[in-house]
């Protein structure tokens, strides 16, 4: 099992291995993930672009498919423990907070089939997109996150505009006081 420093060492690799392959910001690779994106580096009150690629159901999506909603962008990868755990809370947050507009989005940065694993074991509620490091090198960066670190995650406001970023795992105090704001002023029972 891989930990938090494993995690951001193997996932470093990645980048720059991905990097180097990386011609521009739209790739697609032998499987047909397809990834487009013109958001430039995200910081916090800017106005994104676009990112659309395939999903796991098979579809193209782009962030303008949940325009209006409070959409956590999540970067994560099968052989990071941390990002494992925190899907685990994500599926939760997404059935407790989809009626008030909580749109999670997980950007898989890995092989398809293993994504479909994880997707299935932990019984993944959100659409989860593929990416292919070797063609989008830079997707991370453009997002804010320079270090290379996952989990990372974007949180885009109901203006469309990046609202929080936040490297490493979103436990419970960090989503209540960070993203469940943009949410409105109800709180369900968190029994």
């Known amino acids: 099992m891989f ?15 991905g990097t180097a392959f990386a011609g521009s910001d739209t790739g697609r690779d032998g499987g047909g993930t ?6 430039t580096h995200a910081v916090e009150g800017e106005k994104i672009h676009s ?19 409070v959409v956590v962008l999540n ?51 959100y659409p989860v997109l593929v990416v292919d490091l070797k063609k989008n090198g830079t997707l991370m960066e453009s997002w804010g996150n320079n270090s290379g670190m996952v ?6 406001d109901r203006d469309g505009r990046v609202a929080y970023t ?3 795992q979103i436990d419970r105090e960090t989503f209540n006081e ?3 704001p943009f949410l409105g002023k109800a709180t369900p029972d968190l029994k």
């Open 3 to 17: 930990g938090a420093r494993n995690c951001l060492l193997i996932f470093a690799a990645f980048a720059v291995a």
């Open 34 to 39: 397809d990834l487009k994106t013109s958001a």
């Open 51 to 69: 990112l659309s690629a395939m999903g796991l159901d098979g579809a193209t999506h782009s962030l303008a498919d949940w325009r209006g909603k």
């Open 75 to 125: 970067f994560w990868a099968t052989w990071c423990s941390p990002c494992l755990s925190e899907i685990r809370d994500f599926v939760i947050y997404q059935e407790q907070y989809k009626t008030r507009g909580l749109q999670i989005v997980g950007v898989g940065l890995d092989e398809e089939k293993k994504l479909r694993n994880v997707q299935r074991t932990l019984e993944i509620n």
């Open 151 to 156: 989990p990372y995650s974007v949180v885009i």
């Open 166 to 168: 936040h490297h490493g």
């Open 178 to 180: 960070n993203i469940l």
